[in-house]
């Protein structure tokens, strides 16, 4: 399937790239465009759009497109739910709701910095991700050393 949100990649379209692929759709297609052309290349495309105004993914409230995400594809995972409030604190500029906020924050800036190609960022933070996914399943199995 085709996935479509707006280019210049940060937390939240990071984070949702990294749970689709990983959780929901393992061959998804995933495409970058500006904010104002969203909506229509994915009527064009047939894409579902995701964390961008008018998408039916996107921010609800408190919620972020991840947590939104979470929610509307039922996904109980412990580890990942607790991921999820680091990327909600991380993207809704709540750092102070997470420990790691300010961390996941920073590392998405710099990726930003140092690979501004869409494609290129995620498939750089996506090992983060990983890694991050794997503490946090430690963290609420209470395993962490």
């Not at 940060?10 to 790239?17: E, F, L, N, S």
């Not at 759709?25 to 008018?54: M, R």
Request: charged letters at 25%; proline letters at 3%; hydrophobic letters at 45%.
């Amino acid at each position: 399937m085709k996935w479509i949100t707006r280019s210049h990649v940060h937390v939240d379209r990071v984070a949702c790239p990294w749970l689709i692929s990983r959780f929901l759709d393992s061959s998804a297609e995933f495409l970058f465009v500006p904010k104002s052309k969203v909506l229509a290349v994915a009527e064009e495309e047939g894409a579902i759009a995701f964390d961008t105004p008018g998408a039916d993914l996107h921010h609800r409230g408190d919620l972020c497109t991840f947590d939104v995400l979470i929610e509307e594809y039922g996904l109980v995972d412990k580890g990942l739910l607790r991921l999820a409030k680091i990327v909600n604190a991380a993207d809704t500029d709540n750092l102070q709701n997470d420990p790691m906020a300010a961390g996941l924050e920073a590392i998405a800036v710099g990726f930003s910095l140092r690979f501004p190609d869409d494609f290129v960022n995620l498939e750089h933070q996506f090992e983060v991700y990983d890694a991050l996914y794997a503490y946090c399943r430690l963290d609420v199995a209470g395993n962490r050393s």
